[in-house]
């Protein structure tokens, strides 16, 4: 019996410190984020201003804020409707 509570501890320690963990990093906290580097930012100046989005995509990327494939779909949506 010693033995199943030690187990069931040690999983159950495993469990809450694998929930606990952010797996997306600590530099993409999304709430630090400033307004202009959203997705939904660049893709409203996709229609109107494209230039202008492709300008804060490629300052986004430099400071890795969007991951390479983040930074690719936008990219593509922005060469789409503008």
Same mark, same amino acid.
């Given at each position: 019996m010693k033995h199943f509570i030690q187990t069931y501890c040690l999983i159950a320690s495993t #469990? @809450? @410190? @694998? +929930? /606990? +963990?952010n797996f997306g990093g600590g530099s993409r906290d999304l709430s630090g984020r400033d307004s202009l580097y959203t *997705? =939904? !930012?660049?893709? =409203?100046l996709a229609i109107t201003r494209p230039g202008e989005a492709l300008a804060l995509? =490629? *300052? %986004?990327?430099? @400071?890795?804020? #969007?991951? /390479?494939f983040e930074s690719n779909y936008l990219?593509? %949506?922005?060469? !789409?409707n503008g």
């Amino acid at each position: 019996m010693k033995h199943f509570i030690q187990t069931y501890c040690l999983i159950a320690s495993t #469990f @809450l @410190l @694998l +929930c /606990s +963990c952010n797996f997306g990093g600590g530099s993409r906290d999304l709430s630090g984020r400033d307004s202009l580097y959203t *997705t =939904d !930012y660049i893709l =409203d100046l996709a229609i109107t201003r494209p230039g202008e989005a492709l300008a804060l995509l =490629d *300052t %986004a990327e430099n @400071l890795k804020i #969007f991951n /390479s494939f983040e930074s690719n779909y936008l990219r593509g %949506a922005v060469y !789409y409707n503008g």
